[in-house]
């Protein structure tokens, strides 16, 4: 068997578990699922891109590849100007949408519904204004650099990992010790309760908007520079990223993350065992056995 699976694996892993980390904060905050969070993935990237080919045209100079990546500063700035228009993305949507079933009381499945509803007017605006041919960060090669063991990485790779550590590391940070972060699991215990102590829940629930979304756009980004920006990127990720919540507990940051590289170095050892036409099928057996055997995944707890 190529150990080079593992590396696939923790590359793939961790854009699913960055991604997920946003499902499983809206989730435990908000009580339902949103299946409109894939697209936040596809619209960061195409953020992203359109942010970047804005400053590559005016300052032809960002373009420049930064040492070994394959990209030049325009990327990061324009990552840094798509974090945010995602995160006002996902408050547009919220303000226009869910925030009017919260105030009504709605049921859970209609809150999901809609989210269905939004998730396929998100895409078909995309493929609108961006069509749905496939989109690039960069036309630089590069060559994957010999790590041992049989293992091989490009410098953009090794990157993407690092950068996704880091912003598991800073959320956890922010959720456990900040006075937002407390006033956030605060709101996922109880929220009236939480209203009562005097917590500002409307605020609560904006943060974790934006946070899920700027979450969203990074691991959108990330899989784009990788392999290719589509208007399904995020489609294609949905069930991963729902696997990866469950699978590490609603509600726990680092077990979204941990869980994530578990459903990706399954998939890709998928691939090498049963070929790559079975690597969709992973999160979806992991995830019903997973809500079979340990509904509360590997961080949650019982109910």
């Not at 590396?7 to 339902?32: C, E, K, N, Q």
């Not at 960060?137 to 993407?160: E, S, V, W, Y």
């Not at 399904?232 to 699978?247: E, K, T």
């Amino acid at each position: 068997m190529n150990p080079q699976f593992l590396m696939d694996g923790l590359i793939a892993g961790s854009i699913i578990g960055l991604g997920a980390v946003g499902v499983t904060l809206t989730y435990s905050i908000l009580r339902f699922s949103n299946f409109a969070h894939g697209e936040l993935l596809s619209w960061g990237a195409y953020l992203a891109l359109a942010a970047s080919g804005a400053l590559g045209y005016l300052a032809p100079g960002l373009t420049a590849p930064i040492g070994p990546f394959s990209f030049g500063w325009s990327l990061p700035s324009g990552l840094l100007l798509a974090i945010v228009l995602t995160g006002l993305l996902a408050l547009a949507v919220d303000a226009m949408l869910f925030s009017s079933f919260r105030r009504r009381g709605s049921a859970v499945i209609i809150m999901v519904m809609a989210s269905f509803g939004a998730s396929l007017a998100l895409r078909s605006i995309l493929e609108f204004i961006f069509t749905s041919s496939p989109a690039y960060f960069t036309n630089a090669l590069q060559i994957a650099m010999k790590l041992g063991g049989g293992l091989r990485a490009t410098p953009d790779q090794l990157l993407m990992l690092a950068l996704a550590a880091i912003a598991v590391i800073v959320v956890h940070l922010l959720m456990t010790r900040t006075d937002i972060g407390r006033a956030m699991r605060a709101v996922s215990e109880n929220p009236a309760l939480a209203s009562i102590a005097g917590i500002d829940v409307r605020r609560v629930i904006r943060t974790v908007w934006f946070l899920g979304a700027a979450l969203a756009c990074v691991a959108g980004v990330m899989s784009g520079l990788l392999i290719q920006i589509r208007p399904y990127l995020g489609h294609d990720l949905l069930l991963p990223l729902f696997a990866a919540a469950i699978l590490g507990g609603i509600g726990s940051v680092p077990g979204a993350m941990l869980a994530g590289l578990i459903i990706g170095l399954c998939e890709a050892l998928a691939v090498q065992l049963v070929g790559a036409e079975w690597r969709a099928a992973v999160a979806f057996v992991i995830l019903i056995a997973v809500l079979l055997a340990r509904p509360r995944g590997l961080f949650g707890r019982a109910t």
